[in-house]
């Protein structure tokens, strides 16, 4: 699996009250490793340098870009309704919801079942309409899950 790349918001972030546009990471072996922004640099730079686990990911959300917010055009300011209108990613702490049991695991555990954790969390869009996703199973079968922005499946 290759956990390296460049990943490009699609849409501006409001972050501790600063606009934050045109975020790019570049990702080595899962960790952000440069982080850019036309905008907001510094305050982007503040919030990736709160713990280690800052600078790694926590959540990943599917959101179809036809999808009623999205449909909207409106840019929000605001996470809590600007992730409803797109696919997204969260840089810092995983929610332990995710995995059975993890709301009670030790940070060893926590390490163990794979999910990061941090003082941070935020959430950026990286939702487009020619978005493409395809997964890979365990047997190395490739999986269409997003076509054009919408669930493949």
């Given amino acids: 699996m290759n956990s390296s790349g460049v990943i490009c918001a699609s849409r501006p972030l409001c ?20 982080e850019e922004a036309s905008e907001g640099l510094e305050t982007l730079k503040k919030a990736l340098e709160i713990d280690d686990g800052a600078r790694y990911f926590g959540e990943l959300a599917l959101v179809e870009y036809d999808s009623p917010i999205s449909k909207q055009g409106i840019v929000y300011y605001n996470t809590l309704f600007d992730e409803n209108a797109a696919c997204h990613i969260a840089f810092g ?9 993890a709301e009670n695991f030790s940070s060893e555990e926590y390490e163990k079942a794979g999910l990061n954790a941090s003082f941070a969390h935020e959430d950026f869009m990286i939702g487009t309409a020619d978005l493409s996703i395809v997964g890979t199973t365990k047997d190395g079968t490739e999986v269409v ?8 499946l």
């Fill in 15 to 34: 972050l501790n009250g600063t606009l934050v546009k045109d975020i790019r990471f570049t990702v080595e072996n899962g960790k952000i490793v440069k």
């Fill in 145 to 152: 899950i997003f076509r054009n922005g919408n669930f493949a």
């Fill in 93 to 101: 702490n995983a929610y332990p919801d995710c995995v059975r049991g």
